[in-house]
């Protein structure tokens, strides 16, 4: 046979790795249809049926190599280059050795590995077979086989999967112009696989695979970045010689930007350090479906609104990057790091996370998990209609760990799914995202089993699949302006309007004066839940009495009060109040019982309340302590009981103090009833003031001729503790006073407050009213 000369169309490899995110849309199955016409065409099955044969010549060396290639695909094995032999006069190629991808062996040797963990080894696939085409360049400049070994010492690969192996994972410029058009249209790259093996009948002759398909959409994403990345560092640069206050930063070098950018203008870094507690990092916008990397930080502020802490845009997604970013980020807000913090489900950013802010909570948003749930269980949902059903409830209504362990293995049973891989990978982070373990942290949600409304919706109607950097700037500004507005409009409401009380209770009426009005209705939710339920004490250790909670005729599920009535202080076991930040029903509901009638103080977040961002800390107020003590009789026996005891073991210790504790109880009768005769009215005694007070078991009964005569003779041990006693309750009444001279402060400023806050709403309905009219 004379030799042929062969002429080969190279094509272009996909490469490997993977990539997280994908979103798919669903694209009309008509657009769809056009799209594949504009490239019907395209054919992965175009290679010549030949085998090589040494004499066999070639137009280039790449033909030679594109030849064998194809060769190798229809056989079963994977190319790849090995050696070359260069010319000693100009250093050009003139041989060139082509073998299968499992010719030679690994090179274990020691020296390569010894000063270094290898964290993920690769398997071995090198098994020395002998397989190779070598050509040699000839005088005419054309490329002749000078040797062909075609035995191979392992497997082949049959067709079907074939375009596993790496060689023959390549995406033509037809097929990159479809995956081109489908991704603008909206569509992830599974969908986009899914079209394809549909269209050409199997994934075998697609000739690639989904992860050289999401990589070649990340790496298009990125080039058609490169372009953008000056327009956003011009947009920003203009900004900030705007305002002063705006702030942005560049990972690397600002004129060649492949790092991650950070923005914030100055009304996001004031709204952090108002409601800077808890924080969401919202990364939804870099999966494949949008066309920007770009992931906003927010939170909530006191409406149960989505405030706006900064943003960023990932061009560099590793650790090293996110370290940056959050330390960035951190920098520009000032203050304390977040009690809490929720991001996507991602490895990479949590490492990243736990480095910068070891303090803080960190959680993985629960929405993200279970939309990625209806991906990963397609099957399970189209197979069982109740599973979505009994997913949730596992999820959100197990009220301890333990109901929550015992639910899940009865749920991957009942369902088979015991070793399905995703599930068991979200089951070892369970504490970063199912509710039950996280209730003791704080994430200012008002609502434990659904959705906070703030979690990936600052944004929502404005950024979307198809927004490009060019929109997203005006897109930006409006939803920024959009969001600003609605907060003016919730602190009209709150201000202006007045919330029908639906109790006699003053705490409901204080709880309508202290909070904004969406979370006074959340509040009002509870306490007129409380209705519904019964507190009775299971448990008092003088100190601490502990209450079973339960709805009438519902003791099976019963909630356990702990309260603490000297320092008025309560937890429950659903732990709401360290979730949300509002007290739960049962507490409230002990509270009833035990006359409490107002809430408080420590039990009224600053961040919940119509001042949240009034200079006046809510903190400061002292109210007078007679609010929180002396308005409840069950408090008042609680306390006289508390040191009574102590009266008793002391008096009990020896016949001596038993006799002085019966002879000053006694006393101590007289004085409570000549009290209570007169209704606890203050008596004059020489035109002095009289009071009594019990502090430590004892009441101290002071005026100025005590005074005089005690400095006219020594006084011994006990009239020393009694002269003790004395001052201590006169420095009392001086701090008591203070207290009530505070608080009339307090009012004042708050009135102050009250009123600037006013006449700011009604500026900003002025500034509307004239936009509107322009």
Same mark, same amino acid.
């Given at each position: 046979?004379?030799?042929?000369?062969?002429?080969?169309?190279?094509?272009?490899?996909?490469?490997?790795?993977?990539?997280?995110?994908?979103?798919?849309?669903?694209?009309?199955?008509?657009?769809?249809?056009?799209?594949?016409?504009?490239?019907?065409?395209?054919?992965?099955?175009?290679?010549?049926?030949?085998?090589?044969?040494?004499?066999?010549?070639?137009?280039?060396?790449?033909?030679?190599?594109?030849?064998?290639?194809?060769?190798?695909?229809?056989?079963?094995?994977?190319?790849?280059?090995?050696?070359?032999?260069?010319?000693?006069?100009?250093?050009?190629?003139?041989?060139?050795?082509?073998?299968?991808?499992?010719?030679?062996?690994?090179?274990?040797?020691?020296?390569?590995?010894?000063?270094?963990?290898?964290?993920?080894?690769?398997?071995?696939?090198?098994?020395?077979?002998?397989?190779?085409?070598?050509?040699?360049?000839?005088?005419?400049?054309?490329?002749?086989?000078?040797?062909?070994?075609?035995?191979?010492?392992?497997?082949?690969?049959?067709?079907?999967?074939?375009?596993?192996?790496?060689?023959?994972?390549?995406?033509?410029?037809?097929?990159?112009?479809?995956?081109?058009?489908?991704?603008?249209?909206?569509?992830?790259?599974?969908?986009?696989?899914?079209?394809?093996?549909?269209?050409?009948?199997?994934?075998?002759?697609?000739?690639?695979?989904?992860?050289?398909?999401?990589?070649?959409?990340?790496?298009?994403? =990125?080039?058609?970045?490169?372009?953008?990345?000056?327009?956003?560092?011009?947009?920003?640069? =203009?900004?900030?010689?705007?305002?002063?206050?705006?702030?942005?930063?560049?990972?690397?070098?600002?004129?060649?930007?492949?790092?991650?950018? @950070?923005?914030?203008?100055?009304?996001?870094?004031?709204?952090?350090?108002?409601?800077?507690?808890?924080?969401?990092?919202?990364?939804?916008?870099?999966?494949?479906?949008?066309?920007?990397?770009?992931?906003?930080?927010?939170?909530?502020?006191?409406?149960?609104?989505?405030?706006?802490?900064?943003?960023?845009?990932?061009?560099?997604?590793?650790?090293?990057?996110?370290?940056?970013?959050?330390?960035?980020?951190?920098?520009?807000?000032?203050?304390?790091?977040?009690?809490?913090?929720?991001?996507?489900?991602?490895?990479?950013?949590?490492?990243?996370?736990?480095?910068?802010?070891?303090?803080?909570?960190?959680?993985?948003?629960?929405?993200?998990?279970?939309?990625?749930?209806?991906?990963?269980?397609?099957?399970?949902?189209?197979?069982?209609?109740?599973?979505?059903?009994?997913?949730?409830?596992?999820?959100?209504?197990?009220?301890?760990?333990?109901?929550?362990?015992?639910?899940?293995?009865?749920?991957?049973?009942?369902?088979?799914?015991?070793?399905?891989?995703?599930?068991?990978?979200?089951?070892?982070?369970?504490?970063?995202?199912?509710?039950?373990?996280?209730?003791?942290?704080?994430?200012?949600?008002?609502?434990?089993?659904?959705?906070?409304?703030?979690?990936?919706?600052?944004?929502?109607?404005?950024?979307?699949?198809?927004?490009?950097?060019?929109?997203? @700037?005006?897109?930006?500004?409006?939803?920024?302006?959009?969001?600003?507005?609605?907060?003016?409009?919730?602190?009209?409401?709150?201000?202006?309007?007045?919330?029908?009380?639906?109790?006699?209770?003053?705490?409901?009426?204080?709880?309508?004066?202290?909070?904004?009005?969406?979370?006074?209705?959340?509040?009002?939710?509870?306490?007129?839940?409380?209705?519904?339920?019964?507190?009775?004490?299971?448990?008092?250790?003088?100190?601490?009495?502990?209450?079973?909670?339960?709805?009438?005729?519902?003791?099976?599920?019963?909630?356990?009060?702990?309260?603490?009535?000297?320092?008025?202080?309560?937890?429950?076991?659903?732990?709401? @109040?360290?979730?949300?930040?509002?007290?739960?029903?049962?507490?409230?509901?002990?509270?009833?019982?035990?006359?409490?009638?107002?809430?408080?103080?420590?039990?009224?977040?600053?961040?919940?309340?119509?001042?949240?961002?009034?200079?006046?800390?809510?903190?400061?107020?002292?109210?007078?302590?007679?609010?929180?003590?002396?308005?409840?009789?069950?408090?008042?026996?609680?306390?006289?009981?508390?040191?009574?005891?102590?009266?008793?073991?002391?008096?009990?210790?020896?016949?001596?103090?038993?006799?002085?504790?019966?002879?000053?109880?006694?006393?101590?009768?007289?004085?409570?009833?000549?009290?209570?005769?007169?209704?606890?009215?203050?008596?004059?005694?020489?035109?002095?003031?009289?009071?009594?007070?019990?502090?430590?078991?004892?009441?101290?009964?002071?005026?100025?001729?005590?005074?005089?005569?005690?400095?006219?003779?020594?006084?011994?041990?006990?009239?020393?503790?009694?002269?003790?006693?004395?001052?201590?309750? =006169?420095?009392?009444?001086?701090?008591?006073?203070?207290?009530?001279?505070?608080?009339?402060?307090?009012?004042?400023?708050?009135?102050?407050?009250?009123?600037?806050?006013?006449?700011?709403?009604?500026?900003?309905?002025?500034?509307?009213?004239?936009?509107?009219?322009?």
């Amino acid at each position: 046979m004379e030799n042929e000369v062969i002429e080969f169309d190279i094509g272009l490899g996909g490469g490997g790795g993977s990539e997280d995110g994908d979103g798919d849309d669903v694209l009309d199955e008509e657009n769809v249809a056009s799209c594949f016409a504009a490239v019907r065409s395209y054919s992965p099955q175009g290679d010549l049926d030949l085998e090589p044969y040494e004499g066999m010549e070639f137009e280039s060396e790449e033909a030679a190599k594109a030849f064998y290639n194809s060769y190798a695909r229809r056989v079963g094995f994977s190319t790849r280059v090995s050696s070359s032999r260069r010319s000693r006069k100009d250093g050009a190629i003139i041989q060139r050795s082509f073998v299968c991808a499992k010719e030679g062996f690994r090179n274990l040797n020691e020296k390569r590995t010894k000063d270094r963990e290898i964290k993920r080894p690769r398997t071995i696939t090198r098994v020395g077979c002998k397989a190779a085409l070598s050509v040699k360049i000839q005088d005419s400049g054309k490329w002749v086989v000078s040797s062909f070994v075609k035995e191979h010492n392992h497997e082949l690969v049959p067709p079907d999967q074939v375009h596993c192996l790496r060689s023959h994972r390549q995406i033509s410029g037809p097929a990159k112009t479809l995956i081109d058009t489908l991704q603008a249209a909206g569509m992830g790259p599974r969908r986009i696989m899914s079209a394809l093996i549909k269209e050409y009948g199997g994934i075998s002759k697609v000739g690639f695979t989904e992860v050289d398909c999401r990589n070649y959409m990340r790496n298009n994403r =990125q080039r058609s970045l490169e372009g953008d990345i000056q327009l956003l560092l011009d947009y920003l640069k =203009q900004m900030h010689s705007q305002n002063p206050g705006f702030f942005y930063a560049v990972q690397g070098d600002e004129d060649q930007c492949t790092g991650n950018v @950070f923005w914030a203008d100055s009304k996001a870094r004031a709204n952090y350090s108002y409601f800077g507690d808890t924080v969401t990092f919202d990364t939804t916008y870099r999966s494949n479906r949008y066309r920007l990397p770009f992931a906003p930080f927010t939170g909530v502020n006191h409406h149960g609104q989505p405030v706006l802490f900064g943003c960023a845009f990932l061009i560099n997604e590793s650790e090293a990057s996110f370290i940056w970013l959050f330390k960035t980020w951190f920098a520009a807000m000032t203050g304390q790091p977040p009690l809490s913090m929720t991001t996507d489900h991602d490895a990479v950013i949590r490492s990243a996370l736990m480095q910068v802010f070891p303090e803080t909570r960190h959680r993985f948003c629960k929405w993200h998990i279970f939309k990625k749930c209806q991906e990963k269980l397609s099957h399970v949902f189209l197979e069982h209609p109740n599973f979505e059903a009994d997913f949730h409830k596992c999820v959100n209504l197990s009220e301890s760990t333990e109901e929550f362990e015992s639910c899940w293995l009865s749920l991957v049973d009942k369902y088979e799914l015991r070793d399905h891989d995703w599930l068991q990978a979200i089951y070892l982070d369970r504490r970063q995202w199912v509710p039950v373990y996280l209730h003791d942290a704080f994430f200012a949600e008002m609502s434990i089993t659904q959705r906070s409304d703030s979690m990936n919706s600052y944004f929502d109607g404005y950024v979307n699949a198809s927004t490009n950097l060019n929109q997203f @700037f005006k897109l930006y500004e409006k939803a920024v302006e959009s969001r600003a507005e609605k907060e003016v409009k919730a602190d009209y409401d709150t201000m202006n309007t007045f919330p029908v009380l639906k109790t006699p209770s003053p705490m409901e009426k204080q709880a309508s004066e202290v909070y904004t009005r969406k979370l006074f209705m959340r509040f009002q939710e509870e306490l007129v839940g409380t209705l519904t339920f019964m507190a009775n004490k299971v448990e008092d250790d003088g100190l601490v009495t502990t209450y079973q909670v339960a709805k009438f005729g519902d003791d099976n599920r019963a909630y356990y009060v702990r309260f603490n009535v000297l320092e008025m202080k309560a937890t429950c076991s659903c732990q709401m @109040f360290q979730f949300s930040g509002l007290l739960c029903r049962h507490i409230l509901a002990v509270f009833r019982v035990t006359n409490v009638l107002t809430l408080p103080s420590h039990y009224i977040l600053k961040r919940w309340s119509r001042s949240a961002k009034s200079s006046v800390a809510l903190e400061d107020r002292v109210s007078d302590v007679i609010n929180y003590y002396l308005e409840s009789h069950t408090v008042r026996y609680n306390i006289l009981r508390h040191e009574a005891f102590k009266f008793v073991e002391e008096g009990a210790e020896s016949v001596d103090s038993y006799a002085v504790a019966m002879a000053a109880l006694e006393v101590a009768l007289n004085k409570v009833a000549r009290a209570a005769k007169h209704d606890g009215r203050i008596s004059l005694v020489n035109g002095h003031c009289r009071e009594y007070l019990t502090r430590n078991g004892v009441h101290a009964n002071y005026n100025i001729e005590d005074e005089q005569r005690s400095l006219a003779c020594p006084l011994s041990e006990d009239d020393m503790d009694a002269k003790i006693q004395e001052l201590s309750y =006169q420095l009392d009444c001086a701090n008591r006073k203070c207290e009530i001279y505070r608080a009339n402060l307090y009012s004042v400023l708050k009135d102050i407050e009250d009123h600037k806050q006013q006449l700011s709403i009604k500026v900003q309905n002025i500034k509307l009213s004239l936009k509107d009219g322009l």
